[in-house]
Nanobody
Framework: QVYLVESGGGLVQAGGSLRLSCAASGRTFSNYNIAWFRQAPGKEREFVAAVYWGGRSTSYADSVKGRLTISRDNAGNTVYLQMNNLTPEDTAGYCC????????????????WGQGTQVTVSS
């Protein structure tokens, strides 16, 4: 079992930055690929970024490439999402997720979900 808890969301102006954290508990955390998904009001949940269990491979949605960076610290059981140059279109609830597929881009392949953290970007 893996439990995921997100933090770091908040309100930021366009062009600003935030760093989201996903803290995991469970001794098998390092065996799972981790992804971030987001969902804005009235929109479908969408893939944002994923990191391989070993941390050497990453995958990004085209809409966030060059602005968002995912990383993981297996020793600290934490995955990070550094978000730079944010736009109002990034406003959404962000959830981290764990699964065995790679890349973990399909939410149907997710095995464990966190509760989410809200990111709001003002114009």
């Amino acid at each position: 079992q893996v439990y995921l808890v997100e933090s770091g969301g908040g309100l930021v102006q366009a062009g600003g930055s935030l760093r989201l954290s996903c803290a995991a508990s469970g001794r098998t955390f390092s065996n799972y690929n981790i992804a971030w998904f987001r969902q804005a009001p009235g929109k479908e949940r969408e893939f944002v970024a994923a990191v391989y269990w070993g941390g050497r491979s990453t995958s990004y949605a085209d809409s966030v490439k060059g602005r968002l960076t995912i990383s993981r610290d297996n020793a600290g059981n934490t995955v990070y999402l550094q978000m730079n140059n944010l736009t109002p279109e990034d406003t959404a609830g962000y959830c981290c997720a764990a699964g065995s597929d790679w890349p973990l881009r399909n939410y149907n392949a997710v095995r464990y979900w966190g509760q989410g953290t809200q990111v709001t970007v003002s114009s």
